[in-house]
Protein backbone atom coordinates (compact mmCIF):
# COMPACT_ATOMS: atom_id res chain seq x y z
CA UNK A 1 0.00 0.00 0.00
CA UNK A 2 1.56 3.30 -0.81
CA UNK A 3 2.35 5.77 1.97
CA UNK A 4 -0.41 8.70 2.42
CA UNK A 5 0.80 12.25 2.01
CA UNK A 6 1.56 14.25 4.95
CA UNK A 7 -1.22 17.20 6.26
CA UNK A 8 0.48 20.12 7.44
CA UNK A 9 -1.44 22.78 9.66
CA UNK A 10 0.75 26.02 7.97
CA UNK A 11 -1.30 28.59 10.44
CA UNK A 12 2.12 29.19 12.46
CA UNK A 13 3.76 30.59 9.46
CA UNK A 14 2.52 33.71 10.38
CA UNK A 15 2.68 33.26 14.07
CA UNK A 16 5.58 35.22 15.82
CA UNK A 17 6.94 32.51 17.52
CA UNK A 18 10.39 32.02 15.18
CA UNK A 19 10.21 28.30 16.41
CA UNK A 20 6.97 27.29 15.13
CA UNK A 21 7.62 28.98 11.91
CA UNK A 22 10.62 26.97 11.73
CA UNK A 23 8.90 23.58 12.55
CA UNK A 24 6.21 24.02 10.04
CA UNK A 25 9.34 24.97 7.51
CA UNK A 26 11.22 21.42 8.44
CA UNK A 27 7.71 19.57 8.46
CA UNK A 28 7.30 21.01 4.92
CA UNK A 29 11.30 20.34 3.68
CA UNK A 30 10.94 16.78 4.58
CA UNK A 31 7.56 15.99 2.87
CA UNK A 32 9.13 17.60 0.00
CA UNK A 33 11.68 15.41 0.17
CA UNK A 34 10.32 12.34 1.37
CA UNK A 35 7.07 12.76 -0.86
CA UNK A 36 7.07 15.40 -3.22
CA UNK A 37 3.97 16.57 -2.05
CA UNK A 38 1.68 17.66 1.04
CA UNK A 39 -1.46 18.31 1.86
CA UNK A 40 -2.10 22.06 3.40
CA UNK A 41 -4.83 23.05 6.60
CA UNK A 42 -4.66 25.87 8.53
CA UNK A 43 -4.09 28.38 5.66
CA UNK A 44 -7.31 30.23 5.83
CA UNK A 45 -8.80 29.74 2.49
CA UNK A 46 -12.74 29.70 2.88
CA UNK A 47 -13.96 26.09 1.44
CA UNK A 48 -16.90 28.26 -0.16
CA UNK A 49 -13.94 29.70 -2.61
CA UNK A 50 -12.12 26.53 -2.65
CA UNK A 51 -15.04 25.02 -4.09
CA UNK A 52 -16.18 27.71 -7.00
CA UNK A 53 -12.29 26.84 -8.08
CA UNK A 54 -12.61 23.59 -8.25
CA UNK A 55 -15.88 24.13 -10.55
CA UNK A 56 -14.03 26.40 -12.63
CA UNK A 57 -11.30 24.76 -13.22
CA UNK A 58 -13.65 21.59 -14.43
CA UNK A 59 -15.71 23.70 -16.81
CA UNK A 60 -12.14 24.98 -17.88
CA UNK A 61 -11.06 21.29 -18.71
CA UNK A 62 -14.37 20.73 -20.19
CA UNK A 63 -14.50 22.97 -22.80
CA UNK A 64 -13.98 21.34 -26.80
CA UNK A 65 -9.67 21.75 -26.91
CA UNK A 66 -9.98 24.53 -29.78
CA UNK A 67 -11.58 26.44 -27.20
CA UNK A 68 -8.68 25.56 -24.77
CA UNK A 69 -6.15 26.56 -27.20
CA UNK A 70 -7.33 29.85 -27.61
CA UNK A 71 -6.39 29.91 -24.18
CA UNK A 72 -3.05 29.22 -24.49
CA UNK A 73 -0.19 30.22 -22.20
CA UNK A 74 1.74 31.28 -25.37
CA UNK A 75 -0.71 33.70 -26.15
CA UNK A 76 -0.63 35.19 -22.73
CA UNK A 77 1.50 38.15 -21.76
CA UNK A 78 1.39 37.33 -18.32
CA UNK A 79 2.44 33.95 -18.60
CA UNK A 80 -1.29 32.30 -17.47
CA UNK A 81 -3.61 30.24 -19.80
CA UNK A 82 -3.78 26.86 -20.97
CA UNK A 83 -1.21 24.76 -21.67
CA UNK A 84 -1.54 21.15 -23.22
CA UNK A 85 -0.86 17.60 -21.20
CA UNK A 86 2.97 17.02 -21.49
CA UNK A 87 3.74 20.86 -22.51
CA UNK A 88 6.06 21.58 -19.83
CA UNK A 89 9.43 20.75 -19.06
CA UNK A 90 10.81 20.09 -15.55
CA UNK A 91 14.33 19.80 -16.63
CA UNK A 92 16.31 23.02 -17.40
CA UNK A 93 18.67 21.22 -19.41
CA UNK A 94 16.26 21.00 -22.15
CA UNK A 95 15.21 23.23 -24.89
CA UNK A 96 11.70 24.07 -25.98
CA UNK A 97 12.78 21.08 -28.78
CA UNK A 98 13.45 18.43 -26.28
CA UNK A 99 10.65 16.63 -25.77
CA UNK A 100 9.33 17.07 -21.80
CA UNK A 101 10.20 14.95 -18.84
CA UNK A 102 7.28 13.93 -17.06
CA UNK A 103 6.69 14.99 -13.19
CA UNK A 104 7.73 11.41 -12.02
CA UNK A 105 10.91 11.71 -14.34
CA UNK A 106 11.42 14.53 -12.30
CA UNK A 107 10.82 13.78 -8.79
CA UNK A 108 13.10 9.99 -9.31
CA UNK A 109 15.90 11.99 -10.19
CA UNK A 110 15.46 14.80 -7.71
CA UNK A 111 15.17 11.58 -5.22
CA UNK A 112 18.19 9.90 -6.64
CA UNK A 113 20.27 13.02 -6.49
CA UNK A 114 19.25 13.64 -2.73
CA UNK A 115 20.02 10.48 -1.70
CA UNK A 116 22.90 9.62 -3.30
CA UNK A 117 24.52 12.74 -2.18
CA UNK A 118 24.06 11.33 1.28
CA UNK A 119 25.21 8.10 0.87
Known sequence: MPASLP?????????????KRAK?????????LA???FYVTGHGVPHGLMTAVMEQTRALFDLP?????????????CNRGYEVLGGQSLDPRQGPASPPITVEQHL????ARTYAAKA
Open 7 to 19: MIDISDLVSSDTD
Open 108 to 111: RAMY
Open 35 to 37: HGF
Open 24 to 32: VGAQMREAC
Open 65 to 77: VAAKTALDKANSP
